[in-house]
Every structure is written in C-alpha cells, then in structure tokens.
C-alpha cells in the first residue's frame, strides 16, 4: 500500500485554479523522482473524463493506465491548500492526494481517505494544520476502512462474488454499479473484509477499498433480491473483465469536461448536434425589420415589388441549391424551397390581393399563412413539414420586400458561435463549418429539421436555451459543450485551452481515419468486414466512393418516388439506376425495390393513412398489392442490371412466401426484359423474418438486416415517435439477439449478411455486428472512415467475446457498459 512522510507533504499552499493545482501535483511528483514530467498531462486527462473529487475537501489527482510507463516510483504526495481551491462544481479541495501507481496500489488508500472523507471536523482540522504528522496519522495512524460495521445476522439474500480486476474497484465502475442498484428497490450493499457498503453509494464502493482478490458478499432485502443480486453479479463480471483503459484517450476528446468550474458560468440546454466548439458570439437577427416601416407604392409598383422578390428569393435559392460547397441535405432543402416559393398560384394569389387594395408583404403574408395553413390541417406528417417548409421560403420573399439582408454571414471570415431565438431549416443549411463552429437556440427542438442540417454540418447545437441566452456578448469567446448541452460564457484561459485541445484531437482522429479510407476494413487477424454506403441518389454513389465505400449496400429507391405527383416513368428508373451502377464501377449495389410507406408515404397512389401506415402496406406489401408499380420498377432495374452488378433486395419481407410471391413476379419481369440472373435478397427488418429466418435462408441468396425498423417492430415502439426516443435503442439485446438469430440463419445455408441500419454505423454496434458474424456494414458514407479505422484496431476473438456479452445481457444500458473492444 501506498505509505506517506513529512517529505511528501507541502503545508499552506495556493493555487487559483484546478489545473494549476494538478500541475503543482505533478511537479512535486516529477521532484521527487516519482514521474517524469510529462506525467501531468495524464494527470489533466484523468481529470477530465472522471472527476477526482472524493468529498469533504479530498482529491486524488492521478494519471491514466496507459500513460503509466512515465511512472518511475510508486509514490503518493499531499498538498494542502487552506483556502481551497475550486474542484468540482461548489466543491473546493483543501487536501490534494496526487498519486502515481502503476496498478491498484492506491486503492487501499482510498479506504483510508474515508476517515476523513466520513468525518466533516477532522476534514477542517486537517485543511489547516500546520503539522504534517497530524495529517500521516489520520490517514495511516489506526486501521481505518470504510463502511459500517457489518450485521452478521443478516436475514436478506446474498451472493459472493470474487472481484479479479487488477485496477481495482475505482470510480468509474462503482459510478457504472451505482447506476444500475439505482433502479433496485429495498437495501443494497456490498460486503468486503467485515465492512458494508450502501451500493447505490459510488463513492461508498469505492471507499471500501476492493481490490483485486478481494471477496464480495452483494446483499438484497428486496423481495426481487434473486433478481437483483444476479444482475449486480453480472455487471460486476463484466468489470472483472474489464480490458486496458484504452476508451480514455478515445473518450477524452469527446467527453470534455471543464478544468476550472469556479469562473465558468454556463447556460444548459438540451443537445441536439453533439460536440465542442469555441469562437466569439453573433446574434442572428433576421425579421428586425418592422414590416409597419416598409413604405408601400402604387397597386403596380406593389405588384412589381412582389415579382422582383419573388425572383430574387429564388435565384438566391437557386444558387445556394447549386453550390458544390453545400452537402446533400443543404440542396435539397433549398431545391424543395425554390419549388415553393417559384408557385404560379402563390403568385397569383398574392397578385390578386394586391389588385384588392392589399400591399405587396401583406398580401404575400396573407397568402403564404392560407396555404400554410391548408397544408398543416391535412394531419399528414409529410404535408405538415411542407407546411413548415413553405412558412420558411416564404419569409425569404418577404424579408427582399423588408429589404433585409439575405445572408448575415456574408462578412463573417472567422467561425463564430451563432446565436438564435430559433433557426428555420434554410437558415439553418445556408451555415457552414467555416463560418458558424456552434449555434445555440433559445428554442428549438433536437428533433427539428435545422437539427438534422446542424448534424450533417457536423455543426455543435444546443437548443431550448432559454432566455439568458440573451446574456451572451456579441464578439465575446464564448465555449460550447454540446455534448455538455451547456454554453459557457466567459470561459477560463485553461478551459479555452483544453477544448481546443480536444477539438485538435477530433480532427487529427478524423484526419487518420480519412487517410486511410481506402484501406479495407482489416482486423488485426486478417478477417474482413465490407464496408460500403448506403445511397439514394446518383450523386451520392460518387460520393460513397470518394469516402472509401466498396459498394453499395442499400439504394433507398423510394426516394424517387417521394415528393412528385406521379410515379416515375419505367425509363426514367432506368436512367437513374444504370448512372449508380455505372457511377461505382464494377462494385457491388444492393438495389432495394420501393419502401413506401411508414415515415414515408406518397399522395399520388391514392392510399389512405391507414393503408400506408407503418403496419400497413409498406413496402413489398404494397408491391404486392400493386404490381403496376413494382413491375414498372423490376424491368428497371433488370434492364439497368445489363450494365453492372446489381443485387435486388425487398423490404418488410415477413415470411417465406412473401419472398415466393415477388420472387415470381421478378422472373417473369427479367424475361420480359431479358435481364441477367441476379441474386435476390430480403431485409431482415420484421420479428417474423428473423422466426422464419432458417426457412428463409433456404430460398433467398442474402439477408440485409435493417435494424431501424427491427428496433421499432422488436420492442413495438414507433421510430419517429420524440418521446419514445430512447426506448428505439438498436443496442437492445432484443434487437442483437434477433440479428444474431438471422445471421446463423444464412451461415448455416451458405449465404451472406449484411446490416444496412443505423447500428451499422455506430462504432460499438458495429464492432458488436462484426462479433456475430456480420459480412458486410452499409452506412451513410461520410461515417465509413471512421468505422473503418474502428474495426482495424480489433481483432475476430475479442469481438466475439464483446458481442457474445451483449448478447447475454438483458437492456441496452447494460450493452452500453461494456467496454468496446479496443
Ligand atoms: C432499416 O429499417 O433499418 C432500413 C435500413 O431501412 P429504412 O430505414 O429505409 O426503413
Ligand atoms: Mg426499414
């Protein structure tokens, strides 16, 4: 065990700031030869992904595993500052314990730190003694350990587990088991060496000082104690197993925490893009100009007014649809809204007012909020988001009659934080990285279109600020923490410093994981996992290339089919699908036929809302019950499969004969056409495609596992449904065990699996798919560097122990505690 002398200790010191405390820490390290210097970087890491406060005034700076090899001696050293100096939110440490072990050794001292943690008056005393025996002797003087004392006669249930993590029982696992007895009723504790523990007590765990070969007892009153003490063994087996504490470099960048909380005011929201960003404040002020104020002309100057903006409005859409510099969902915004705002009818509508006695802005208003209206009554998601669309096109023609400025930005050259009461969608998409590093709303929704912009910027946002968002300074540095979802105003020197630091190492991480693009997904064992995207549009196969995909491994034909008013011609499919195939050059495509339905409806087909409902006729259901459609789309697609390798596959598959029915009709169509014989697969997305999943393997030659909607139809919760947001959890080991279920399916049959949904993309599932025995990851392109650099670190052994824990575990938060692979 760590031991402490007068030599270790430094009497009545000051330090104004956290940081410059831990530096003090690791400099009386480094003298006495304990550490090198470069010690106190790891020391600042630490601190910044979990806090080492412990109570009363007690802190335990220390340095991360992986930086132990700066670490000379064993060694722990005290300082002591009576005035305290700000650690942790309004807590300030007076007694700062530095340590540097190279494994657990400073466990047993941190039993030791609760006499005084435990006691508030001897605390006090020790933050001002001016002897340093007093302080050895309160902590090392007579055998302290933690906990209370234990009842012998206990009359609950209990198990005993041996705990074998060489680290020790330390902060973060017992925060992780305090979380989990968080949800259990009745006592809980934890028994080691004669003393007990409240377990729903992180830093009560921790002080009972378990260390590696200690014994457990787990102890439960509750009724449901079988329950419980099983759970809680379990988790505590996962942090037997615990690997390296690698995820800390990883997690640090993004998990940033402030080094000083004394000087940090901040202002929380809610997240709706993550990450950090740091620049000086700009109000966005669009509408400042009062509409009472605009001087109006003769009925035809107003009509020309009216024609001017409206021109006006659309060739600025216009171009901002045709900058190469705007992602996909930006010009797609902007082309929607050029088609709004660029009606006849609107117009003539608005005209019409104008010849009643109206003047140009009001009678543009008038006929923007009638039509607005109409759309919002329909009750239909799809028109009630036109609706919204149209409001916000809408106000671009009114803001050229206003003559305000159509683009704020326009002066800015440096990237600023973007302040708002709330941003409409084609505000939102006319940002860009290289002006606005984060935005912050008064209002808004994380569930908001200009939130889904914000994301594909990879723009930070915290929304629903409210109204002290008005204490932000224009040009003042101001520090967004999305992740955080708070904004802090006057941030310190050393917290400036340790974001842009962070924000250093998320574009270094990007930088490598894009250099390497190319390179296949490899593990370090030589199995490898495919990674291609997912795409809708021609445009995006060229882009799945250049993000290093290998293929295509979802085409989401309905897109085609979406916002029109008829369904698009035989030929017209034609074209569109020879230019994806052509465009990848001789890689793999995975067309799938046309998924109406659900979130996804179309107008023209003449279908209710019930029939188009997510339990309804969606996707090949409909094909099925309208086979003009699906033929039109299958001789399409075969005629365009003479052109290079495409793959069909069909969505909301249920059963084998589902597949039997459109198969037929399949092969009638490519005889039609005299198309080639290609595979045909179907998306594993319905529990009873994963039931009939060995049956289904015998007739089909692929399975694409969709888990968006196997999530929504496994745990029966609507995916777009804001409130039940996090019960859709595709880490659910409902959903895993399903996957997993489908793939030994196909293996078993000799056929391949592919994971064309959102978990496929989320760095632990798709290390986690990879553990089953997934083939082949499709995502949206610009995640497939990133994936892949993952999925390079690890190797098939230690993936499979990862995904065969998840799938043994019984919620998702339990999958999201265990450690990823590297
Ligand atoms: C899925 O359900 O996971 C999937 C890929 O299909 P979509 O999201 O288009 O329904
Ligand atoms: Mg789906």
């Not at 412990?54 to 220390?62: A, D, E």
């Not at 620049?279 to 966005?284: A, E, R, S």
């Not at 009630?384 to 050229?400: C, I, M, P, T, W």
């Not at 569930?447 to 002290?468: Q, T, Y």
């Amino acid at each position: 065990m760590l031991n402490l002398t007068p030599s270790d200790i430094r009497l009545g010191q000051k330090f104004s700031s956290k940081e410059e405390a831990i530096q003090g820490i690791a400099k009386l390290l480094a003298e006495l030869g304990a550490v090198e210097a470069g010690y106190v970087d790891s020391m600042l890491g630490r601190e910044r992904t979990a806090n080492t406060y412990l109570g009363n005034g007690v802190v335990i700076p220390h340095g991360q595993p992986q930086q132990s090899n700066l670490i000379r001696e064993t060694r722990v050293v005290l300082i002591q500052v009576p005035q305290g100096v700000a650690w942790k939110g309004e807590e300030r440490a007076h007694l700062i314990f530095g340590i540097a072990a190279k494994s657990d050794e400073h466990i047993g001292l941190l039993a030791r730190l609760t006499s005084i943690t435990a006691d508030a008056d001897l605390a006090k005393d020790l933050a001002s003694t001016t002897d340093p025996e007093v302080i050895i002797a309160a902590v090392f003087g007579e055998e302290t350990g933690a906990g209370d004392d234990i009842d012998d006669d206990y009359a609950g249930e209990r198990v005993f587990v041996k705990f074998t993590n060489p680290r020790g029982f330390h902060l973060r696992p017992a925060s992780q088991l305090a979380e989990l007895t968080e949800q259990m009723d009745g006592n809980i504790s934890l028994v080691v060496n004669g003393r007990e523990a409240d377990a729903r007590s992180a830093l009560k765990i921790v002080s009972l000082g378990i260390t590696a070969e200690s014994h457990i007892e787990i102890r439960s009153d509750s009724p449901y104690a079988t329950d419980h003490l099983d759970r809680i063994s379990r988790l505590l087996e996962l942090i037997n197993d615990e690997p390296q504490e690698v995820i800390d470099e990883v997690d640090s960048a993004i998990h940033w925490e402030p080094v000083q909380s004394e000087s940090t005011s901040s202002i929380s929201g809610t997240m709706a893009a993550p990450g950090i960003a740091v620049g000086p404040v700009f109000h966005w002020n669009l509408g400042s100009h009062d509409a009472a104020d605009r001087k109006r002309g003769d009925e035809a100057s107003e009509c020309s007014a009216l024609e001017v903006a409206i021109e006006t409005a659309v060739s600025g859409l216009t171009e901002l649809a045709d900058d190469e510099n705007m992602n996909k969902v930006q010009r797609n915004l902007f082309t929607a809204h050029v088609a709004l705002v660029d009606d006849l009818e609107l117009k003539e509508a608005a005209l019409n007012k104008i010849k009643e006695g109206e003047d140009a802005l009001s009678a543009w208003n008038a006929v923007v909020t009638d039509k607005a209206a109409k759309l919002e009554a329909l009750t239909d998601a799809n028109l009630a988001q036109r609706a919204v669309d149209l409001k916000d096109a809408g106000h671009r023609v009114s803001r050229v009659l206003l003559g305000e400025v159509q683009d704020p930005l326009a002066e800015i050259t440096a990237p600023v934080v973007l302040i708002a009461e709330d941003l409409e969608p084609s505000e939102a998409a006319q940002l860009s990285s290289e002006k606005v590093s984060g935005i912050c709303l008064r209002a808004g929704s994380p569930n908001a279109h200009s939130a889904i912009v914000a994301r594909s910027l990879g723009i930070p946002m915290v929304v629903a600020m409210g109204d002290a968002l008005a204490d932000a300074v224009r040009d003042a540095t101001v520090l967004l923490d999305a992740s955080g979802a708070r904004l802090f105003l006057e941030p310190s020197e050393a917290d400036l410093e340790s974001a842009c630091k962070a924000l250093k190492a998320i574009d270094a991480r990007r930088e490598q994981a894009w250099s390497q693009r190319f390179s296949p997904a490899l593990l370090t064992d030589g199995h490898r996992v495919e990674v291609v995207a997912n795409i809708a549009r021609v445009e995006e196969a060229e882009n799945a290339l250049k993000a290093g995909a290998e293929g295509v491994g979802l085409v989401r034909t309905e897109f085609l089919f979406l916002d029109r008013e008829h369904a698009p011609t035989e030929d017209e499919q034609y074209e569109c699908y020879k230019a994806m195939v052509e465009a990848l050059g001789g890689l793999p495509m995975v067309l799938r036929t046309v998924d109406i339905g659900g979130d996804k409806p179309v107008d023209y087909l003449g279908l209710s809302e019930h029939d188009l409902s997510f339990l309804g006729l969606r996707g090949i259901r409909l094909g099925l019950a309208r086979p003009d459609i699906i033929k039109t789309q299958l001789r399409a697609v075969f005629r365009a499969a003479k052109h290079g390798p495409i793959k069909l596959l069909f969505p909301m598959i249920a059963t084998p004969n589902d597949f039997r029915r459109i198969r037929q009709i399949a092969e009638t169509v490519r005889r039609e056409v005299d198309g080639p014989q290609i595979d045909l697969g179907v998306m594993i997305e319905v529990p009873a495609a994963v039931t009939m999943a060995p049956e289904l393997a015998k007739v089909v030659d692929f399975f694409s596992v969709g888990t968006n909607d196997l999530t929504q139809y496994g745990l029966a919760v609507d995916r777009t449904h804001p409130l039940l947001a996090k019960r859709a959890d595709s880490l659910h080991p409902v959903v895993l065990r399903m996957i997993d279920t489908a793939t030994k399916a196909a293996h078993a049959e000799g056929k391949w699996v592919g994971v064309c949904g959102g978990l496929a993309a989320d760095p632990l599932g798709a290390q986690i798919l990879t553990g089953i025995g997934v083939d082949e990851l499709s995502m949206p392109a610009a995640l497939i560097p990133a994936v892949k650099e993952k999925l390079r670190k690890a190797n098939l052994a230690d993936l499979q122990a990862l995904a065969k824990r998840a799938l043994a575990q019984d919620d998702a938060v339990a999958v999201r505690l265990i450690p990823p692979a590297v």
